[in-house]
């Protein structure tokens, strides 16, 4: 398709965050148009688990975006869960030991205050939940709220959504400048042609970084490596998804080196996933036997059956993360005519809804319904304090 | 737990592999050579059980003494020392080892498993063989219907037919002594359905003057055909299977140049098994995970690039056989000599004393290779894939037999959702994502993106069909265990 002389706005980025920005603009009775570089979902959206989790986040900025993404998944978009495999199938974390669970346990009543649907589970009660758990656990606590999609599903869905509402979807268009106005953003320069529009809308993900350097402002936002590993499909189970305490001290952990904690959970196809890992080594696509090792280990650890289970395949994605673990969401006063949507992550496809939705309301004037300040752009102009 | 250093790393016990892990040893190489299967020879020289010998070992084989020669060569140098043969070992990672060489992570193939383990090597060739390349047509998930090459399997090492009336079809020579070897093992063979209408040696066999051997087995054949009064139709193809529980009958069209089916030419043939073949197509999993280069060669398969030693574009690894484009047991053989000799030349190991000089020795093998590889693309360009084969799918004909994910369903992630490429189509509508990991369907799902995107298929739709970053399935047990330490300095 070629593409449009002009716009109301062009989303830069065809994957969870930017269909939902394209499919919330839209439907806000803005012209859309979308350019991606390469396929649709064939970024991180496609190298990940499709997590829409309240359990892993602190009281805070990004859990009240994560509250009001399970509200928009939950209502505006929940007539469209079937079509990207919507399974509100509940979290669980465990603990090991009883130190654990005490830390669970006060971080539960943090999130519980902020409206978080959360109850501790002990040992039997573990078992009850998910019977292959091993056993001797310290204890645990439930999320029902925690969910999971399809995440490519997602992306495919809410932007043939868009398409429904008038924007057009570009692939391989990669965007090589932008179109300026003195300071202000007035367009897009990319692969395939020039698209005149007043706004434009950094979807880029990892990538984001680069995208906003083409607009001469500096959005840090860097790649932290996961791997997913993928078992062969069995006639056992698991329910939840299931993960160790740890997990939500190491997303939020800044460290550079290689770090695992056990996330086990089942899927519709009867494949068991298995994460997570964090690495900062850049855009590194070599393959890590070490890091599916210990991987491994901690899954089995959990559920002891896995031992014996064959792992079929493994993937990894590049997940965008800024300094402070924000998001960066809203206009860049630095380029006028410029927002950011990008830097969610390893939350990025829970996140989407709820970003897709605040943009469309701040491109459009309306009040958006969370406040943006902590997720400014130009938030990492002032020198940062570790 | 193996834990094994050698010079050179063979993976694959077929003609390639077992040629080239004799003659590595033969040059004074010490080798190990590493192969899913529990004895040598690969699919081409399936056979019974060694362990319980019978008098006609070699019965409808072709190159037979050749093989026996390589084999018993093979368990001299393993006897000697020379050679590791790990029996009934996959590998499944690939990775280069510091500061050179390669690691082979390896895990079991079989059961009861042998020890999974490392083995390091200065070099490594890479001989994974080919298998079947697949079409989905409607009614193919049927019991009774098989890869020509599954019933070929079944003939040479089980001594098994899989049924009593047979119809083969697809395109190419392979077809006929599937054919045969059916009829020989009792099983009426209803037609051969060939595709294409070959000018080649089968109704010309003279005319494969440029490959003798292959001249003689055409004659062979034909006269076997003769003799059990099989017919071989040309320009026909099966373009439906029907039955409730397993195979009934099939639907016959005569089709035109391009596969395209002549209305009013359909007839139904009732049978029970349905043998298929559209050529091979090499396993291509290590070769990707290894690095190198891959092209798409004059059949349409993603093929390993190399140059006129075999060594692909990966440091330290070279490859022999199917994987460099197919071409057939007999010059998988000469490939695995040659690539034995031009590792040994690089890793400065003089040929056994006696040998031929090495360097004349290879040239003599590269014009060889020239020979057959010219003849290899002559029957390739007489037996494609028919170019509209999709006409005969229906949106209920499932393409991935794993997953149950449907042509119409493929369609839909076309139209509906945007998908352009192979990639993105197995993203959205799930081909290839279950047990086979796309080893039957990924040739056709990349066919049938690149007809949505009215674009000749790609080598990047091949690719992304093909990769596997675990080329084969590893327990999580194994992987826990993995010890980082046992990798020897390369």
Redesign the interface.
């Known amino acids: 398709m070629s593409l449009p002389p002009t716009a109301d706005v062009v989303v830069i980025g065809a994957g969870a965050t930017g269909a939902a920005c394209a499919y919330f603009a839209a439907l806000a009775g803005l012209r859309v148009a979308v350019v991606e570089r390469g396929a649709i979902a064939g970024g991180t959206s496609s190298a990940c688990e499709g997590n829409i989790l309240v359990s892993d986040k602190e009281a805070g900025p990004e859990l009240a975006l994560a509250q009001y993404s399970q509200h928009l998944w939950r209502t505006d978009l929940a007539e469209f869960g079937p079509l990207w495999e919507f399974e509100s199938k509940g979290g669980l974390v465990v603990s090991a030991r009883p130190g654990t669970q005490e830390n669970l346990a006060a971080l539960a009543e943090r999130q519980r205050a902020a409206g978080i649907d959360v109850e501790l589970v002990d040992g039997p009660d573990l078992l009850r939940l998910e019977p292959l758990l091993f056993p001797a656990m310290a204890g645990g606590a439930f999320y029902p709220q925690d969910a999971q999609v399809q995440p490519m599903l997602v992306v495919a869905h809410l932007l043939r959504l868009a398409r429904g509402l008038g924007a057009t979807v570009h692939p391989d268009t990669q965007v090589t400048g932008f179109v300026r106005s003195g300071d202000a953003v007035t367009g897009v320069q990319t692969t395939r042609g020039i698209i005149a529009a007043p706004r434009v809308v950094n979807a880029a993900g990892t990538w984001g970084g680069a995208v906003a350097a083409l607009a001469r402002v500096t959005v840090p936002v860097l790649p932290r490596r996961g791997f997913v590993m993928v078992t062969e499909p069995l006639p056992v189970t698991v329910h939840h998804k299931v993960y160790a305490a740890e997990y939500v001290d190491n997303v939020a952990s800044s460290d550079a080196g290689l770090q695992t904690s056990p996330v086990v959970e089942g899927t519709d196809s009867g494949t068991i996933l298995i994460g997570s890992s964090r690495e900062r080594v850049g855009f590194d696509k070599t393959f890590s036997p070490r890091v599916l090792a210990e991987m491994a280990g901690k899954a089995i650890a959990l559920f002891p059956f896995l031992s014996d289970v064959l792992a079929l395949r493994s993937y990894f994605g590049f997940r965008p993360y800024c300094p402070d673990h924000l998001p960066v969401i809203g206009p860049d006063p630095r380029a006028p005519g410029l927002w950011h949507a990008c830097g969610h992550e390893g939350a990025g496809i829970g996140l989407a809804a709820g970003t897709g939705a605040l943009i469309a309301a701040s491109l459009t004037g309306a009040q958006p319904a969370l406040d943006l300040s902590p997720f400014v752009p130009e938030r990492f102009e002032e020198p940062l304090h570790a | 737990m193996t834990t094994l250093a050698c010079d050179v790393a063979i993976v694959g016990a077929g003609p390639a592999g077992l040629s080239a892990a004799v003659h590595a040893a033969d040059a004074g190489l010490n080798v190990a050579l590493v192969d899913a299967g529990t004895q040598p020879g690969g699919q081409y020289w399936r056979h019974p059980d060694e362990s319980h010998p019978v008098p006609d070992e070699g019965e409808g084989h072709h190159g037979w003494r050749e093989f026996t020669d390589l084999r018993s060569r093979l368990y001299a140098h393993e006897t000697t020392g020379t050679l590791t043969y790990l029996r009934g070992t996959q590998v499944w990672?690939i990775?280069p080892a510091r500061p050179a060489g390669v690691v082979l992570?390896l895990a079991p193939a079989t059961d009861p498993a042998p020890a999974a383990g490392t083995v390091t090597a200065r070099h490594v060739i890479l001989c994974p063989g080919g298998y079947d390349r697949q079409l989905p047509i409607p009614g193919w998930d049927l019991p009774g219907v098989m890869a020509a090459g599954g019933v070929q399997a079944l003939l040479k090492g089980n001594r098994t037919a899989a049924g009593r009336v047979a119809v083969v079809a697809g395109t190419g020579p392979f077809l006929l002594p599937v054919a045969t070897g059916l009829a020989h093992a009792g099983v009426k063979v209803a037609a051969i359905c060939e595709a294409n209408s070959p000018t080649g040696w089968l109704r010309n066999a003279g005319g494969a003057v440029r490959a003798p051997a292959k001249a003689l087995e055409g004659v062979e054949y034909a006269t076997a055909l003769a003799r059990h009064r099989i017919p071989y139709k040309i320009r026909t193809a099966v373009t439906a299977i029907h039955g409730t529980d397993r195979v009934e009958s099939v639907t016959l069209s005569r089709v035109d140049a391009h596969g395209t089916a002549i209305a009013g030419t359909q007839r139904t043939v009732a049978c029970d098994v349905v043998a298929l073949g559209w050529g091979f197509t090499p396993q291509l999993e290590l070769v990707l995970?290894a690095g190198a280069e891959t092209t798409v060669d004059v059949d349409g398969s993603l093929i390993a690039v190399v140059d006129d030693r075999l060594a692909s574009t990966a440091p330290g690894v070279t490859v022999a056989g199917e994987a460099t484009g197919v071409g057939g047991a007999p010059m998988a053989v000469l490939e695995g000599e040659l690539a034995a000799l031009c590792v040994s030349e690089a890793l400065g190991v003089a040929a056994a004393p006696g040998g031929p000089a090495s360097e004349g020795r290879i040239r003599a093998l590269q014009r060889d290779r020239a020979r057959l590889h010219r003849f290899a693309v002559a029957m390739h360009r007489a037996n494609p894939v028919p170019a509209n084969w999709q006409d005969w799918l229906t949106p209920e004909t499932l393409v991935c037999r794993c997953?149950e994910v449907t042509h119409g369903a493929l369609c839909d992630?076309h139209t509906?959702?945007?998908?352009?490429?192979a990639?993105?189509l197995k993203?959205?509508g799930?081909p290839g994502?279950?047990?086979c990991?796309g080893r039957v369907c990924g040739f056709a799902v990349s066919e049938i993106a690149a007809r949505f995107a009215n674009r000749p298929t790609s080598a990047d739709d091949l690719r992304s069909m093909a990769k596997?970053?675990?080329a084969a399935?590893?327990?999580?047990?194994q992987?826990?265990?993995?010890d980082?330490d046992d990798v020897h300095e390369g």
């Open positions: 990672l990775e992570r995970a997953e992630a509906e959702l945007g998908a352009a490429d990639r993105t993203s959205f799930r994502m279950g047990w990991q596997r970053s675990l399935p590893v327990t999580l047990g992987l826990a265990a993995l980082f």
